[in-house]
């Protein structure tokens, strides 16, 4: 799990535990939490894409990912890996592409000096969403 700036590590765990699931998070160490969540930490150096780097080296095939990072989510789709967005999105192989164009658009546009209103906020109706579709695919792995 991408768990720099992620707002629904309490419900991975929850859930992940709910259905047997071990949660690896992976954060830079400048989001070192006192009291983190429960599953396994793992802390690696605060440059860009370090979080994003580890991840891809160590996920394997069946894995569930969850990121908000498109870019990385394009990357682990192609390993066979489950790939979902905090706000409960699941990332798609046959969709991705559109994705990262429009990614790829939105920051053409803020170099021109252009800026949008940014994400909208993250709401409770997300949260719900997230745990929802979490909760759903993880049933799914289960078999339940």
Not at 28 to 40: C, F, I, L, Q, T
Not at 49 to 56: G, K, N, R, V
Not at 104 to 132: H, I, M, N, V
């Amino acid at each position: 799990m991408d768990a720099d700036a992620c707002p629904v590590k309490e419900e991975i765990s929850r859930i992940s535990r709910r259905y047997g699931f071990g949660v690896v998070f992976v954060a830079s160490h400048a989001h070192r939490k006192s009291e983190p969540e429960a599953g396994e930490w793992i802390y690696v150096d605060s440059s860009k894409e370090s979080a994003d780097l580890y991840i891809m080296n160590h996920v394997r095939s069946s894995d569930v990912l969850v990121t908000q990072d498109i870019g990385l989510a394009s990357l682990v789709l192609p390993k066979h890996v489950y790939a979902l967005s905090p706000r409960g999105k699941a990332y798609r192989e046959e969709t991705i592409a559109t994705a990262l164009d429009y990614r790829y658009l939105a920051a053409k546009e803020r170099r021109k000096g252009k800026y949008g209103k940014g994400p909208k906020a993250f709401t409770q109706s997300d949260r719900e969403t997230f745990s929802a579709n979490f909760e759903n695919l993880l049933s799914q792995i289960a078999g339940d």
